[in-house]
Every structure is written in C-alpha cells, then in structure tokens.
C-alpha cells in the first residue's frame, strides 16, 4: 500500500485526519500517516510518496483510490488513465 500526498501537515489538517498529531505540522501528510498504518497490520507494506500522481507510480499498483473530487484532482484524473473512472 502506497500513500500518496504533496502537502504539508497544518493544523486545520488535525480535525480532519485520525492518523495526524500536532507532532507531525508541517510534516508530509502521507509521511506522517504511513508508520501510524504500518502498525495496525504489519503484513501489509505500507509505504509514501510525497510527489504527484505519475504514470509509474500508477504501473507500480493494481488499484488506486483517490480520496476527493476536487478540481484540481481531476484534472489529475484526466491525465492518468489509471485514475480514469
């Protein structure tokens, strides 16, 4: 499982995302959650990318999920068949 995020933790983030604490502002948000996951089934690999969606890293899994639909996301979407509804 691979967490994908650019943006930095902030604290409007800490009511709106389980995994994050005031310990990880300004951290990368995917960073801050991946070992918080790794604990819950350490089985499952669990690592993070901090830069945008790409076609490799698309190649490199079977599924991807997108948490949002916001604009600029699917734009995105647009551009990465895998992310293609």
């Known amino acids: 499982m691979t967490l994908q995020d650019t943006a930095a933790c ?3 983030d800490l009511g709106a995302h389980f995994y994050l604490t005031q310990a990880d502002v ?5 960073q801050a959650c991946a ?3 790794q604990e819950l089934n350490p089985a499952v690999a669990v ?3 901090a830069a945008e969606i790409s ?3 698309c190649k ?3 599924v991807c999920a997108p948490r949002a ?3 600029s996301e699917n734009k ?3 551009r990465h068949s895998c992310l293609k509804k």
Do not use: S
């Open 47 to 49: 690592t993070f990318v």
């Open 55 to 57: 076609d490799d890293l």
């Open 10 to 12: 902030t604290l409007a």
């Open 60 to 62: 490199k899994h079977q």
């Open 35 to 37: 070992a918080k996951l």
């Open 76 to 78: 995105t979407r647009k």
């Open 69 to 71: 639909k916001l604009r």
């Open 26 to 30: 300004g951290t990368n948000r995917a």
